[in-house]
């Protein structure tokens, strides 16, 4: 892995699968800015927290990805960004003549529309840096649909044409750009739909899970965040220097189906 030394921004990485992939990133050398819309204690206690743990630098930069000049000087701010890892996201469960206004603009500006301002952003210093990786989390919903995600499904396939479309533009130099697109994680984004999902289905809560999530993955088990995370890592790394535009499944099988 040749990523010792990098800088990497990962938007939303006070939870869930950011936080994995940052700490992953770290555990390889990489120094690391955490991100998030809350500048807690606790968010400042992560970045310390890693940086004690693995020796490299972190830290941690407010900024609302649902705002466009907020993703713009976030990566300001870092004033490096080798590595951009386009990760915050939420999800709201409704069907499309039910669906909130609010919640579908929030979906589309945080999911999708952030991911092209820090890209944008993130160009430039990678360019001077001779070197780069941007790595979009999208996910299986960005590939294919289910009922009620309207907004999430719609944010998740743009962010796929956008990491294609990165992919090309920068095909002659060295920087990549490729989506991650993860199954299900059992992560506070997926524990907070399952009522939603149980209420939408008319069923429990237990039969959400089992006949609704689980069983779009043949594997029937959630993926993990450090399965995530791996993948992120290879795609960072050397070996993955002709790997661009494309998109990763980590899925349990779900796209193959
Ligand atoms: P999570 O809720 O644990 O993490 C979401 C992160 O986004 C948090 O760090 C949160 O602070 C951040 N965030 C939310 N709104 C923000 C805003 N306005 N500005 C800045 N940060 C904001 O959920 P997760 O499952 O770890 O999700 C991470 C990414 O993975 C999302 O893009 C999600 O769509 C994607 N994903 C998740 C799953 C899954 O099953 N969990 C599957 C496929 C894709």
Redesign the pocket.
């Known amino acids: 892995m040749s990523v010792k030394g990098k800088t990497a921004v990962i938007?939303?990485?006070?939870?869930?699968?950011?936080?994995?992939i940052a700490e992953e990133l770290a555990r390889a050398g990489v120094n690391v800015i955490l991100?998030?819309?809350?500048d807690s204690d606790e968010d400042h206690a992560l970045a310390a927290r890693i940086a004690d743990e693995t020796g490299v630098q972190a830290r941690y930069i407010k900024?609302?990805?649902?705002?466009p000049d907020?993703c713009r000087a976030l990566i300001a701010q870092a004033g490096a960004c080798d590595i951009l890892v386009?990760?915050?996201?939420?999800?709201h469960v409704a069907p499309i003549d039910e669906f909130p206004q609010d919640k579908w603009d929030?979906i589309i500006?945080?999911?999708m529309n952030?991911a092209f301002h820090t890209t944008a952003a993130a160009l430039p210093l990678m360019r001077k840096a001779g070197w780069g990786r941007i790595v979009n989390?999208?996910?299986?919903?960005g590939l294919r649909a289910s009922p009620f995600k309207a907004a999430?499904v719609t944010a998740?396939h743009g962010v796929v044409g956008m990491t294609k479309t990165v992919g090309l533009e920068t095909a002659k130099e060295p920087i990549t750009c490729n989506a991650v697109?993860?199954?299900?994680?059992?992560?506070?984004?997926?524990e907070?739909q399952i009522p939603d999902t149980a209420r939408q289905y008319g069923i429990s809560e237990d039969a959400a899970i089992e006949q609704v999530i689980l069983a779009k993955q043949p594997s029937k088990d959630?993926?993990t965040?450090e399965q995530?995370a791996g993948t992120v890592l290879y795609l960072c790394s050397d070996a993955a220097a002709q790997v661009t535009g494309t998109t990763i499944s980590v899925d349990g099988g779900w796209s193959a189906q």
């Not at 989390?137 to 919903?141: D, G, L, N, P, W």
């Not at 697109?181 to 997926?190: D, F, H, K, Q, R």
């Open positions: 938007t939303g990485s006070n939870s869930g699968i950011g936080l994995g991100n998030s819309f809350t900024a609302d990805m649902s705002k907020e386009n990760n915050a996201g939420i999800q929030a500006a945080i999911n952030s989390i999208a996910s299986a919903h999430y998740k697109c993860p199954g299900y994680v059992l992560t506070p984004l997926v907070a959630f993926v965040v995530l």
